[in-house]
């Protein structure tokens, strides 16, 4: 039977530092990361260009808030928390 996981709308996320998704995850499967090292981070900083460039992506550095699915129990919990109605189960197969 396919288990139901929790996944992130990114075109609704706000990416908020305050996310209270990340506080209510009992499974702690929700973090807010850096993609790509920010600009004076990078120990190479002619890769991190390229690499922003190639998988365009704008603001290296800038957070997102992720779901790791290998740590989502798919309780569910976290859906009614999002003040943007980002977070929906989806079925894993
Ligand atoms: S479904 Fe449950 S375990 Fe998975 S991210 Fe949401 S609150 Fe955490």
């Known amino acids: 039977m396919a288990k139901k996981k929790a996944v992130i709308n990114q075109s609704k996320c706000d990416n908020?530092?305050?996310?209270?998704?990340?506080?209510?995850c009992p499974a702690?499967?929700?973090?807010?990361?850096?993609?790509l090292p920010a600009e004076?981070?990078?120990k190479d900083e002619g890769l991190l260009?390229?690499?922003?460039?190639?998988f365009s992506l704008?603001?290296?550095?800038?957070?997102?808030?992720?779901i790791d699915a290998s740590k989502c129990t798919g309780c569910g919990a976290c859906v009614p928390?999002?003040?943007?109605?980002?977070?929906r189960m989806t079925k894993e197969n």
């Open 28 to 35: 702690k499967a929700v973090e807010r990361k850096a993609l």
């Open 49 to 54: 260009k390229s690499l922003s460039s190639f």
């Open 40 to 42: 004076g981070e990078a």
């Open 81 to 87: 928390y999002c003040p943007h109605g980002a977070v």
């Open 16 to 24: 908020s530092p305050f996310c209270p998704v990340m506080k209510i």
């Open 58 to 66: 704008d603001g290296a550095g800038k957070k997102k808030v992720a």
